[in-house]
C-alpha cells in the first residue's frame, strides 16, 4: 500500500470538489429571475404531494403478474444505487397503495387532506418507507427535475434606483421562516389574471396555482414595506431574494420528524412554534411575529415532509393541530391567525394502539380524515432472504455463512406469518412455496389467489425480521471461532430465544413457533440430501453416457426395435430395468411409462426437424431423474456412510474429496462446511441403512 502524504490527500479532496454542483444549488437571483424560471420550468411550483409522487416515479417501474394479479414494482423502494441499507423486499401490494394515495393526492381528488397512517407489526419496515421518503426528497431537491425555491427579505434602506441587491451583506437578509413558495409574494387581488397570463399555452401535468397566504413573519414584512413605499408593490419586491432551497432533516428544512414523549412533557409549540421570550424587549409585544420562532415541526417541514413516529401516543390536544393541518392545510401558533402550510402528514404505529384508536369514541374526527395502509411482514420466502443477504453479506462479515443458512431462517419467519391452510391434502410449507412461486402437482394460481383471499390478515402477525436478525448476529459472534455458521447454528439460537421473547405471551404461540422450527430442519435435510446427490451425480460424462443409454433403449421401446450390446455386439430386447429404474426416480407409475417414453421421443424428433440436438439439461424431469439414478450407482462406490465409522480406506477417500471440492465450487460450501454437510447427509443414510 503507498502512503500518500498529508498535502497530496488534501489536493485530492480538493479535485474531488464539485464546485459547479454547488453554486447551482446555492443559487440566488431577483424575482423577475424566478418568473423566468416559472415560464420556463412551470414545475418547480409544485406541491409537496405532486414533488413526491414525481420523485418515486422518477425512478421507474416495472409491471408483473403474481398468481394472475398484475402488479407494479416501484424502483424507489428498492434501488441499491439510493440507499441499500433502507431497501424494502416484497411488499408490493401496499407500496401501491401509498403511491396510489399521493397520485390521487398529486391530482388534487382529496387524499392530499387526509393524514397518510402506516400500520403494522413491529419490524414490518414502516419507518423504513417513511425514512426512504425523507433522504429520497432530500436527494431530489438537489436534481434538476426537483429544483423548487424560497425567498429572503431584505429590511434595510434601498436609496438608489441603481442599488444591486449582490452587494447587500449576507448578515442583513431575513430567511422566510417557512421557506414558502415566492409566488405568494403576488398580491391576491393581482393573483387570478397572473396566473391567466403566466399559464397562456401552458399544458402541463399539473396546474399552476397559487395557494394560500404568506406566513406572519412574511407577511409582517411585506406589510411593512408596503406603508414604506405606499402600496409600490415593483418597489417592495426590490427586497426580495430568491435562492434555491435544499431539503435536509439535519437542517431541519422541509423535513420534520416528531416522536411523542411522556405525556406529562408533551407541548404542542413543539409542532408549531413558541415565543421568544428575549426579543418581546426588543419589540414590545408577544403577538409581533418578529419576536415568534416560527421552528415547530410542522413550520420547518412547510414544503416537504412531517413525520410522526408512533403517531397514536399523541396527546389528544396535539391531534387538533393534526386534524386542521391536514384537512385545512393550516396550522395555529399561539397569538397568531392561522397559517397556510403544504406540507406531507404521514405517521405510523403498531397493531395495539390502532386497536385503541378503533375503541376510543374521542377519535372519531381523525379516523374519519385518516387514510390507513397496512404494512405486513413478508410472506414472500424469496423477498425475506433478501433482507438478510443485504445485512449479512460478504463485505460486511467476515464469518463464513453456510450456504441455506439464511434461508432456513427466512423459511421459518415466513412460516410463523402464514394461517394454516384450510385445503386439507395442504401443508404449511407446501402454502410457502407456492406462495414463493413454485409449481406443485394439483395447484393452479387460481388455488394461489383463493389461499391469499382465504388469509386477508396473513402477514400481520408471527416473527419480526428483527428478531431474525437478533439471532444471525447471536450465531456469528458465538460460532466466531469456528470461522463459519451453519443453519443447525443458527437454527438453535432462534430456538433458545423464544423463551425470553418479549412480544410472545402466549405459551400455544411459543409451542407452534418451536414445531415449525421442526418443519424447516426436515427442510433443509431434503435440501441437503438432494445437494450432496447432485455433488456426487455432478460427472457430467457419466450422466451423458447414461443419458445416451437410456435414448437408445427407449427408442427401440418405442419403435418395437431391438438394441445393439455395444460389448457383445449382438442384438437383445431393451433394457427394461435401466429404464424403469430411471423412470421410478421421477414417479412414473407403470401404467404411465409408455406415454412418458413417447413424450421424450416426440420432444427429441421436434428438435431434429428445427435442426437441434437434444441436451437432457434442456429436460428438467429427466435430469433429475439421470442424477438420482447415477447418485444410487455411485454412492455405494463412494461409501459415504463410512464417514461416519471413520474408517476410509484410499480410493474412497480420493471420491469423498471430488465431491467436496465440488460442493465448495459449485455450492459455495468452505472446508469446514462442507465436510460438516458431508457428515450430516451420512449420518441420515447411515440411519436409513440400519433401517433396512
Known amino acids: 500500500m503507498t502512503i500518500q502524504s498529508g498535502v497530496s490527500l488534501l489536493q485530492r479532496v480538493v479535485e474531488l470538489q464539485d464546485l459547479k454542483t454547488f453554486r447551482e444549488l446555492n443559487w440566488t437571483g431577483t424575482f423577475g429571475d424566478y418568473l423566468d424560471i416559472v415560464a420556463r420550468n412551470p414545475k418547480v411550483t409544485r406541491n409537496a404531494f405532486q414533488r413526491i409522487y414525481d420523485m418515486i416515479m422518477s425512478y421507474g417501474h416495472e409491471e408483473f403478474i403474481d398468481a394472475k394479479k398484475k402488479l407494479i414494482r416501484y424502483h424507489f423502494f428498492s434501488d441499491p444505487s439510493f440507499d441499500a441499507d433502507d431497501a424494502i423486499f416484497g411488499l408490493e401490494i401496499p407500496l401501491m397503495r401509498l403511491v396510489n394515495f399521493f397520485k390521487a393526492a398529486a391530482q388534487g381528488y382529496g387524499t392530499e387532506k387526509r393524514v397518510l397512517l402506516l400500520h403494522g407489526p413491529v419490524g414490518s419496515s414502516k419507518s423504513t418507507i417513511v425514512r426512504r421518503l425523507k433522504r429520497g426528497l432530500e436527494q431530489y431537491s438537489k436534481t434538476e427535475a426537483g429544483a423548487l425555491y424560497t425567498f429572503d427579505w431584505y429590511m434595510g434602506i434601498i436609496d438608489s434606483e441603481n442599488w444591486d441587491w449582490r452587494q447587500a451583506p449576507e448578515s442583513e437578509w431575513e430567511k422566510c421562516p417557512m421557506h414558502e413558495e415566492p409566488l405568494r409574494l403576488i398580491p391576491a387581488e393581482t393573483r387570478e389574471r397572473f396566473i391567466e397570463e403566466l399559464t397562456d399555452g401552458y399544458n402541463g401535468e ?10 406572519p413573519s412574511c407577511r409582517f414584512n411585506f406589510r411593512d414595506l408596503m406603508l414604506r413605499y405606499q402600496g409600490d408593490w415593483s418597489k417592495v419586491i426590490r427586497h426580495v431574494r430568491v435562492r434555491r432551497l435544499v431539503f435536509s432533516e439535519q437542517d431541519r428544512i422541509g423535513i420534520g420528524t416528531f416522536q411523542p414523549k411522556d405525556e406529562k412533557n408533551q407541548d404542542s409549540t413543539e409542532l408549531t412554534g413558541d415565543i421568544n421570550y428575549r426579543k418581546i424587549a426588543i419589540y414590545g409585544s408577544d403577538s409581533d411575529p418578529r419576536a415568534f420562532n416560527f421552528d415547530g415541526e410542522f413550520n420547518i417541514a412547510n414544503r416537504g415532509i412531517i413525520e410522526f413516529i408512533e403517531m397514536l401516543k399523541l396527546d389528544v390536544a396535539f391531534l387538533y393541530d393534526l386534524l386542521g393541518a391536514s384537512q385545512e392545510h393550516k396550522i395555529k401558533s399561539k397569538k397568531f391567525a392561522q397559517t397556510d402550510i403544504d406540507e406531507v402528514i ?16 374521542f377519535m372519531e374526527a381523525l379516523k374519519d380524515r385518516t387514510v390507513r395502509i397496512d404494512i405486513p411482514y413478508i410472506t414472500r420466502l424469496r423477498d425475506e432472504i433478501k433482507i438478510y443477504e443485504r445485512d449479512f453479506n460478504k463485505k460486511r462479515v467476515k464469518v463464513h455463512i453456510a450456504p441455506h443458512t439464511l434461508e432456513v431462517a427466512a423459511m421459518w419467519a415466513v412460516l410463523t406469518r402464514l394461517d394454516e391452510p384450510k385445503k386439507p391434502n395442504l401443508t404449511l410449507l407446501q402454502k410457502l412455496k407456492l406462495y414463493n412461486g413454485r409449481t406443485l402437482p394439483g395447484f393452479t394460481e387460481d388455488n394461489i389467489k383463493e389461499l391469499r383471499k382465504e388469509a386477508p390478515n396473513e402477514g400481520m402477525q408471527g416473527i419480526s425480521p428483527r428478531y431474525i436478525q437478533d439471532k444471525i448476529s447471536n450465531a456469528l459472534v458465538n460460532y466466531q471461532a469456528d470461522g463459519y455458521i451453519n443453519p443447525f447454528m443458527v437454527l438453535n439460537e432462534l430456538e433458545n430465544g423464544l423463551k425470553n421473547h418479549a412480544l410472545i405471551t402466549s405459551e400455544e404461540d411459543r409451542k ?65 430395468r435401466l429404464m424403469r429404474s430411471i423412470e421410478e426416480k421421477i414417479d412414473i407409475p407403470e401404467s404411465r411409462k409408455d406415454d412418458f417414453r413417447r413424450e421424450i421421443m416426440n420432444y427429441i424428433g421436434a428438435l431434429a426437424i428445427e435442426g437441434k440436438t437434444f441436451d437432457y439439461k434442456t429436460n428438467e424431469r429427466l435430469h433429475k431423474a439421470l442424477e438420482l439414478k447415477l447418485f444410487e450407482d455411485q454412492k455405494d462406490s463412494i461409501k459415504l456412510t463410512s464417514l461416519v465409522s471413520r474408517v476410509i480406506d484410499k480410493d474412497t477417500q480420493e471420491k469423498i474429496d471430488v465431491v467436496k471440492a465440488r460442493l465448495i465450487r459449485d455450492f459455495g460450501y468452505n472446508e469446514q462446511s462442507a465436510t460438516d454437510v458431508l457428515n450430516y447427509v451420512a449420518s441420515i443414510f447411515a440411519r436409513g441403512d440400519m433401517k433396512h
Open 512 to 576: 407452534r413457533y418451536r414445531d415449525l422450527l421442526s418443519v424447516v430442519k426436515e427442510e433443509y435435510t431434503e435440501i441437503v440430501k438432494n445437494e450432496v446427490q447432485r455433488a456426487i451425480s455432478a460427472d457430467e460424462e457419466a450422466i451423458k453416457r447414461l443419458c445416451a443409454n437410456y435414448i437408445d433403449n427407449i427408442k427401440a421401446y418405442t419403435q418395437r426395435e431391438r438394441v445393439r450390446n455395444k460389448f457383445t455386439g449382438q442384438f437383445e430386447e431393451p433394457d427394461e
Open 346 to 361: 404521514i405517521g405510523h404505529t403498531n397493531s395495539p394502539e390502532y386497536r385503541r384508536l378503533e375503541n376510543n369514541e
Open 206 to 215: 399539473y396546474a399552476i396555482r397559487i395557494v394560500g397566504d404568506l406566513c
